[in-house]
């Protein structure tokens, strides 16, 4: 039996918002020298940054194996730096690591962390069929990696269940035909337009089944229940950050404005993981910001599940309760070209309104 979770505003303790680093192309990794430093660029995870860090990480080193360097520095500390980070400790090089932000203020904190290999990492024609096969690369490399940290002490990684609920049939979406795209504007026009993956790993990961009535807690006329593997980020960051400085890492807190700064660097090899800032400081205008935000309820150990419904996803973590409210009418294009890093607690709040009824008819036991 499933206790109700606890959804007053007056449990809420947080809202963050983040913007995601999308490329039309997928995430950018590939090699380029600037003078007598090679820099191995890995950014523009999109929505995927969690799920594929660890496949992408291996790439770039493998890239920066390829000189048989002794010493790498790693620009960025976010979950795509850190993963890289050790990474590149486990295949034996001393590892610096500069950043403006240390793991716990970064924007990969404020994402949701579930295993959400193909949100919006890509457009299916930009991108092409060379990403997708790198994709499934990264994506079958990072869930072997993930497996291997279930169980641990603290629950860095786990697998938790995911109710899908509606009160009418579930449908596939259809995406409304499109009166523009992205190779006209160079913004995506249309959620038709993202790529979807998921199929190429559907061998590994658990797929969802429908539930009957008498399964159904939550009394709505459809549910579907998946176990969905999560990232609980205190944990998981604390597991990172202590294999990195038990092998020896060094962090250097440094905020870099050119690509000149890096090449100054006493490392002549470089893995570039600095997000959404990559726009910035490499002056790359292919990250497309993706605005998307999360509020946080107290811990409810009790009520250990997460739901969707009516737009509104909620996830009971060790380190929280995290509520999203989207617009399901946007699905992918919900925060398209948008960088306005303000966090809006009313968007929460309306969330946390349309959920209500559901643990309040649990509480009442007609379910
Ligand atoms: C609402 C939301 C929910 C999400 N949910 C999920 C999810 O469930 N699963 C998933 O896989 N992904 C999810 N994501 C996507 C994920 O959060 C990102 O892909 C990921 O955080 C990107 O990590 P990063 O390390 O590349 O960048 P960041 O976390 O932004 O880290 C960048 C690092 O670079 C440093 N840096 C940047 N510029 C400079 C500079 N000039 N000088 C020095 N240092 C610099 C920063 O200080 C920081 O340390 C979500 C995103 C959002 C917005």
Same mark, same amino acid.
């Given at each position: 039996m499933l206790a109700p979770m606890r959804v007053s505003?007056?449990?809420?303790?947080?809202?963050?918002?983040?913007?995601?680093?999308?490329?039309?192309?997928?995430?950018? %990794?590939?090699?380029?020298?600037?003078?007598? *430093?090679?820099?191995? +660029?890995?950014?523009?995870?999109?929505?995927?940054?969690?799920?594929?860090?660890?496949?992408?990480?291996?790439? @770039?080193?493998?890239?920066?194996?390829?000189? %048989?360097?002794?010493?790498? @520095?790693?620009?960025?500390?976010?979950?795509?730096?850190?993963?890289?980070?050790?990474?590149?400790?486990?295949?034996? %090089?001393?590892?610096?690591?500069?950043?403006?932000?240390?793991?716990?203020?970064?924007?990969?904190?404020?994402?949701?962390?579930?295993? *959400?290999?193909?949100?919006?990492?890509?457009?299916?024609?930009? @991108?092409?069929?060379?990403?997708?096969?790198?994709?499934?690369?990264?994506?079958?490399?990072?869930?072997?990696?993930?497996?291997?940290?279930?169980? %641990?002490?603290?629950?860095?990684?786990?697998?938790?269940d995911?109710y899908?609920l509606?009160? *009418?049939?579930?449908?596939?979406?259809? +995406?409304?035909?499109?009166?523009?795209?992205? @190779?006209?504007?160079?913004?995506?026009?249309?959620?038709?337009?993202?790529?979807?993956?998921?199929?190429?790993?559907?061998?590994?990961?658990?797929?969802? *089944?429908?539930l009957?009535a008498g399964e159904n807690p939550f009394g709505t006329?459809?549910a579907?229940?998946?176990?969905?593997?999560?990232?609980?980020?205190?944990?998981?960051?604390?597991?990172?950050?202590?294999?990195?400085?038990?092998?020896?890492?060094?962090?250097?807190?440094?905020?870099?404005?050119?690509?000149?700064?890096?090449?100054?660097?006493?490392?002549?090899?470089?893995?570039?993981?600095?997000?959404?800032?990559?726009?910035?400081?490499?002056?790359?205008?292919?990250?497309?910001?993706?605005?998307?935000?999360?509020?946080?309820?107290?811990?409810q150990?009790e009520a250990h599940y997460g739901l969707?419904y009516?737009?509104?996803?909620l996830?009971s973590?060790?380190?929280?309760v995290?509520?999203? +409210?989207?617009?399901?009418?946007?699905?992918?294009?919900?925060?398209?070209?948008?960088?306005?890093?303000?966090?809006?607690?009313?968007?929460?709040?309306?969330?946390?309104?349309i959920v209500a009824p559901l643990f309040a008819r649990m509480a009442g036991g007609r379910a």
């Open positions: 505003p007056n449990e809420l303790v947080d809202v963050k918002c983040c913007i995601r680093p999308f490329r039309a192309q997928g995430c950018r %990794l590939d090699a380029e020298q600037l003078g007598d *430093t090679l820099v191995i +660029h890995n950014y523009g995870h999109g929505g995927s940054g969690w799920s594929l860090s660890w496949g992408s990480a291996e790439i @770039a080193v493998g890239k920066a194996m390829s000189v %048989l360097p002794r010493d790498i @520095a790693v620009v960025g500390c976010g979950i795509v730096g850190l993963t890289a980070a050790v990474v590149a400790q486990r295949a034996g %090089l001393n590892v610096t690591i500069y950043a403006r932000e240390m793991f716990s203020r970064t924007r990969s904190v404020r994402a949701f962390g579930a295993w *959400t290999p193909s949100s919006r990492i890509a457009l299916t024609e930009p @991108a092409g069929p060379a990403f997708a096969a790198l994709w499934e690369q990264m994506a079958r490399i990072s869930w072997r990696y993930f497996r291997a940290c279930l169980g %641990l002490p603290g629950q860095p990684v786990e697998f938790i995911s899908s509606s009160d *009418t049939p579930p449908r596939n979406r259809e +995406h409304a035909p499109a009166t523009s795209s992205f @190779a006209a504007t160079g913004v995506p026009q249309s959620e038709g337009e993202f790529a979807e993956y998921d199929s190429l790993v559907r061998d590994i990961v658990p797929s969802s *089944t429908n009957a006329a459809y579907r229940r998946r176990s969905q593997m999560h990232f609980n980020f205190t944990g998981y960051g604390h597991m990172l950050l202590s294999e990195f400085f038990a092998m020896g890492g060094k962090f250097q807190n440094r905020d870099f404005h050119s690509p000149a700064d890096i090449a100054a660097l006493p490392e002549k090899v470089v893995i570039n993981c600095p997000g959404y800032a990559a726009r910035d400081l490499w002056r790359d205008q292919t990250i497309i910001p993706v605005r998307g935000q999360t509020g946080w309820l107290i811990p150990p969707g009516g737009g509104v996803s996830l973590k060790s380190d929280g995290m509520v999203m +409210h989207t617009d399901s009418t946007l699905g992918d294009m919900e925060g398209v070209g948008n960088s306005m890093e303000l966090p809006d607690r009313s968007n929460i709040e309306a969330g946390l309104a």
